[in-house]
T-cell receptor, first 119, second 107 residues
Framework: EMQLVESGGALVEPGGSLRLSCAAS????????MNWVRQVPGKGLVWVSH????????NYADSVKGRFTISRDNAKNLLYLQMNSLRAEDTAVYYC???WGSGSYSDLWGRGTLVTVSS | DIQMTQSPSSVSASVGDRVTITCRAS??????LGWYQQKAGKVPKLLIY???NLVSGVPSRFSGSGSGTDFTLTISSLQPEDFASYYC?????????FGGGTKVEIK
């Protein structure tokens, strides 16, 4: 079964840092682009970042540009999101997603990991 | 950035009703449009990609249409399991953007 499992979510103080991980199983991520998408509970979906299959091209939402860094380790089948200078408005469930074909759709989603930024 | 505007934000409907949700892009996106369903407490699920292509396993009562700036998701005969929130997403260019969502509620 193809699956994505996020980890690393926690309660962190404003200005702090956190690294999220996403472990893929049942398939090899090296062929596919991947995204991070976040959602405040009860609110809508917000795209955060994308990385292409070999990690050479990355894109970010304006709200996280310069603070967040997406990366991947294809050998370990892992996706990461390094989050620095965290703000209260970054509080959300963070989902890891993968798209199989052209277009940055999110074909497969993890169950999400909760990041809470609060003092 | 491309803004995605969904309407309505919520709709009350009965089982068997035909439901239509619209999504408008602030600039042309060809057919680079996806639709997602999210049930309460669950993870979003891709229903339609490239505006009108049904993901394998999605019931045929779901359909998508449109190109350019105006798109539609139609549920031809609403079933109990279809009560959920629906989101459109443009995949034409970065940053990827989602619509604000439409909640389909029981009438």
């Amino acid at each position: 079964e193809m699956q994505l499992v996020e980890s690393g979510g926690a309660l962190v103080e404003p200005g702090g840092s956190l690294r999220l991980s996403c472990a893929a199983s049942g398939f090899t991520i090296s062929t596919y682009g991947m995204n991070w998408v976040r959602q405040v509970p009860g609110k809508g979906l917000v795209w955060v970042s994308h990385i292409n299959n070999d990690g050479r091209r990355t894109n970010y939402a304006d709200s996280v540009k310069g603070r967040f860094t997406i990366s991947r380790d294809n050998a370990k089948n892992l996706l990461y999101l390094q989050m620095n200078s965290l703000r209260a408005e970054d509080t959300a469930v963070y989902y890891c997603t993968v798209h199989w074909g052209s277009g940055s759709y999110s074909d497969l989603w993890g169950r999400g990991t909760l990041v809470t930024v609060s003092s | 950035d491309i803004q995605m505007t969904q309407s309505p934000s919520s709709v009350s409907a009965s089982v068997g009703d035909r439901v239509t949700i619209t999504c408008r892009a602030s600039q042309g996106i060809s057919s680079w449009l996806g639709w997602y369903q999210q049930k309460a407490g669950k993870v979003p699920k891709l229903l339609i990609y490239a505006a009108s292509n049904l993901v394998s396993g999605v019931p045929s009562r779901f359909s998508g249409s449109g190109s350019g700036t105006d798109f539609t998701l139609t549920i031809s005969s609403l079933q109990p399991e279809d009560f959920a929130s629906y989101y459109c997403q443009q995949a034409s260019s970065f940053p990827v953007t989602f619509g604000g969502g439409t909640k389909v509620e029981i009438k």
